[in-house]
């Protein structure tokens, strides 16, 4: 590594604000492109770099491969045909959509929710953070080298979608959460077998910490790449994990509580590192939150009652004129809808806030610079971006 | 880094003599209890109401026709058509279905090399899951729609039970709007109705709070929007797709709610009625009931010159002189006539044709006629004793109370019936009664038992609340009467009143036998009708039906061409149908009068 810095000095050249000279025509750079079609990179987008030798001297991060046009679609269709729509925004995490809508309109129509629909809600959002979790642990190990882990998470993910199916009927896209409430209670039995499925997430977990941060390939790859200062992250609107890890302790959950996290008993986890490395190490931590945190909600909810209030026609529902921000706390930190409406059956504007916008977006930009075209794919996932929720 | 960072990884080689996660057999798996599958529709239960296409968001299904469903009252005869390349499995098709017939098997492997089979009709195509019983249902205790209807305020009995104040008390804004937010526009009530009223769209307004909207959707069809509104006998409401999740919706209060809120002097404005083309053509209309009044409004908007004649003092015809006042207060008709008046129809009361006129000279006078007289002639049992002076016809009885004329009350009165005639009969003997007496003693005795009696439930809940007895499934046997007084009805049980054919053809069980003791005997079996006028005096004669109703085409054209009828005499039983048959007949009479040109 000091080789390299040998010839820092030098080469390139340093603008006076301390950006890179870069000149295409002096045949010294080369322009990579690294997507939309590349398995290093979460999903479709692009990252342009501006290679020397290895390191990157510039990148520009490239979006628009995806775009489906999600909040346009909405305003053509009634609050109620939306919640099919925006599950597909995040689609791992798809109940996150859910919730941020249904609480949106409900707010907007003055609509209280049951208790046992709240409970539900936040078991619902709870279990899609580690089924989330469990996906991106796959790909950060998979970015460095490690597929094994990616073998193992997914495993017990796919015991974790098993859990969501005899719960709500879908696996991918729950639709469980509509305006009003919940789609149904818990079933028979099911807490016995969540709690064999947390077991094997736990039994898995204790592998993954052994071979991901005992391990002297990933430590020395991941250690000291794209660390985050902290004056950043209200620069850069960093949220969730990535903020948690430079040291702020953001957490809607406990900023501004919602459902019932405040009858939780948790701490925000935070680190100082703030590298790729304590990124992961924290997320890891979350995981093993997010277990805990739903054995305590499985053990405090209500079983039974009423889980959906009384809604008027949904065919012709009208909300009357507003507009509100509900935010909530997914994996990448705070997952937030801004609804307008307009007195009229369909919302007038929704604009979704995916956290990965400024992380993928802006946040990559600069943290890819000065390093390692390899480490680029470990980078990104590291910030833990989902490409579907920057185009809605 | 350390030597511990080497090795540890090593620790993952374990999972080696780990038994695998995989299944082994994907296509033995079957999807959880509550798994959102492939689509099953009871095709029974199915009626074809099409709110499933309605929700859908990704219009995945098309309702068609599918051969084997026959389209009747209440039933479309469409089936929901899925298209597997447009759904996403969200169900909500299954959670808003109102008959519950649609649901979703745990099943979701399906394997074919021909895409246009995942077009599907469930339920009309033998598929292997149809009968499954786990997949998705929709959970209870919840509902995207309210189900339940919105009371209706009215009169307490004690309140009502001695005057012809109106009971139904009618909504008000907020509960018409909450009402009206119940439709799912399925559409089947307008299907049924028999004068097909844009009810889902006059529903519409109501719920938009565009009164003005509702009352031109309203006179689009039926000119008599006040009468519909409180006596119609609202078939839509039998079909409503939302009786299947509770009540059905108060289509007919609405209409009310909508013919009140407009007053009169706004009607020309909202219904755009001046500035007709006008035409020198003249039409002559017997009759201004319902049927005659409907033809009167459709002839006059064409720009017709029209001239009503009535044999009685007052417009309305049986819903004057037929229904109580309680249940349509004559002020509201009055409305209904007053602006099919400002139209400029001419009416000439007291006037009976065949009598005063004929119809020959009618027929010189003007270019066409149409002729809705009513059956006003009640019909007796024929029993021994039935020619006894305190025996009364219904309908005889309901024109004198309309007329403000005083009718005969005994203390003790039964009333023949099981009719809507011989419910309004019994009420307002009841209320004479009680107003006389202080007390009611009156039985009301019908051949149906209670379940197929033809008076509204409504009638029969609230004919009891004003203690009237009824006393169903007994026939009349013969009427008791000592020297000159009479002493009551002797009946015997009946035991059907239809033949397996569906003819009226009432069996009795002679050792069955019952004696309701009473003064005054009141008999409300139908009305038969008096159609003298249409056979005398005219050149040629009129074709009729084997059930000796005057034959008319579609249009309500009869043989002689320039001869209309239509209402009861060709076989109508409601208000609604004479409005029906009234604006076909004035289609038809446009048609009739301008084939020339």
New interface residues.
Partial sequence: MTDTNKYRDKFPAKNPDGTNIIDLESHKFVKVWQGPQHPGITGNMALELILQGDEVMSCKTHVGYLHRGFEKLMER??F??????VCRIAVPEPDFNEYCFAASVEELAGIEIPETAKWMRTLILEMSRLTSFLMWIGGQSGAFG?G?VGQ?SN?IR??ML?RF??????RI?R?FILPG?V???L?DGFEGRMEETLKSVETAMN?IE??MF????F??RAVGLGVIDPAWVDQYGIVGPNARAAGVPKDVRKDYPYLKYPELDFDVITATESDAYTRTYLRAKEIRLSVDLIRQLLAKMPKDG???A???????WKIPKGETYVRAECTRGEYGYYTVTDGSGYPRRVNVRGPSYTHAVALMEKLAIDCNIADTAGLMTSLHTYPPEIER | MSFKDVLSPFLAWKNLVKQPGTIKKPLEREGADRYRGFHQNDMKKCIGCGTCEAICQNAAIDMVPVEGQETTDGDSGLRPMIDYGRCCWCALCVDICPTGSLTMSNEFKWIDSDPDVFRFVPGAEDKSWDKDEKGYRKPDNYELYPTGRVHMEELKPEDRDKSFIEIVKGYSKEQAIKEADRCVECGLCIATCPAHMGIPQYIAAVRNDNMEEGLRILYETNPLPEICGRVCTHNCETVCAMQYKGDPLSIRWLKRYIADQVPIEKYKEILGADGFEQQDKKVAIIGAGPGGLSAAYYLANLGYQVKVFEAMAQAGGMTRYGIPEYRLPYDQLDKDVEYIKQLGVEMQFNTRIGKDITLDQLHKDYDAVFAATGLHDGRSTRVAGADHPMVFQAIDLLRDVTEGKKITVAEKVVVIGGGNVAMDIARTMARLQNQKYGKVQLILTSLEAEDIMPADVEEIVESREENVVIEPAWGPKDIKIEGDKLKGLNVIRCLSVFDKDGHFNPRFDNKESNFFEADQIVEAIGQGMDIKYMSEGLENKLEMTERNRVKVSTFSQSSLLWLFVGGDITGGTDAITAIADGHRAAKGIDKYLNRET
Avoid: A, V
């Avoid at chain 1, 199916?165 to 879908?170: A, F, K, R, W």
């Fill in positions: 269709r009634k109620i045909q939306c919640f099919p729509l490690l094994i193992w495993l796919d015991y098993d199916e005899e719960l709500t009927g879908g896209y639709m409430g789609r149904g209670l079933p592998d052994r071979t005992s391990n002297s390939i430590k020395r009423e889980f959906m009384k809604m008027p026609n949904m065919l012709h």
